[in-house]
């Protein structure tokens, strides 16, 4: 994991596809222009080996012995991971295009592709992909410092997040304002945010939900 102040390290592209000849061909290509390429013979072999950490672009043929190339951007959809996923299949139509796309792959090419059109839609997502990771690690931060609030504190925070005084906070709680502002104060305490404004800004700005902060 980065540490804070360091710099992002530069993606690598993860090449996922029981093809041995294209696999290998694809490390060279991206060798070509100064890009890591990692490969993996089949879906569970990349589940089992790659660093979800690592910011990475990847690449994934649609049909492949056991899990399929959906399945897997499936699998990634469900671990929240933002890495960006292009596919490459032989036996693509416009059905599979959309189904990928609408899971969020950003691009769709058909073998055999053009070798500079791959290298383009690698660097464009490359470029992407540091943002991508690095906003991710800042939503999980976010996540785990509201994750350490007992149920009570979040519904205060909840509050906080709606507007609403302490005064209302305590009424709707039932609790006395005092022990609201001893929460509001507890709150900043295990967060560690500056100001719970502060903390109402993050957790706004990644969408974080205060029943699932995970």
């Known amino acids: 994991m980065t ?6 390290p530069s993606p690598v ?3 996922v596809d029981d093809d041995d000849a294209l696999r290998s061909s694809l490390v060279f290509l991206l060798q070509t222009v100064g890009i890591v ?3 993996y013979p089949d879906a569970r072999s990349f589940l089992a080996e790659f660093d979800p950490e690592e910011p990475a672009v990847v ?6 012995p056991g899990m399929s190339g959906f399945e897997l951007q499936e699998e990634l959809e469900r671990r929240r991971y933002p890495g960006p996923v292009i596919f490459c299949s032989a036996h693509g139509d416009v059905g599979m295009s959309v189904r990928a796309m609408q899971h ?3 691009d769709f ?6 070798p500079q059109d791959l290298l383009d839609a690698v660097q464009r997502q490359v470029n992407i992909a540091g943002a991508a990771f690095a ?3 800042s939503r999980a931060e976010v996540a785990q410092k509201v994750a350490r609030l007992t149920p009570r504190e979040r519904e205060v925070l909840a509050g906080v997040i709606a507007g609403l005084p302490s005064q209302v906070i305590a009424t ?3 609790v006395s304002v005092k022990t609201v502002d001893v929460h509001r104060a507890n709150i900043r305490a295990k967060t560690g945010a500056e100001s719970l404004g502060a903390l109402v800004r993050d957790v706004l700005l990644h969408t974080i939900s205060l029943d699932d902060p995970a």
């Open 3 to 8: 540490e804070p102040g360091e710099p992002e």
């Open 109 to 114: 090419l058909m073998k055999p592709y053009d």
């Open 172 to 174: 709707t709680l039932g």
């Open 37 to 39: 390429g990692l490969h």
């Open 104 to 106: 969020g792959a950003v």
């Open 59 to 64: 690449i994934v043929d649609v049909r492949m």
């Open 13 to 15: 592209v993860h090449i």
């Open 135 to 137: 906003a991710e690690r």
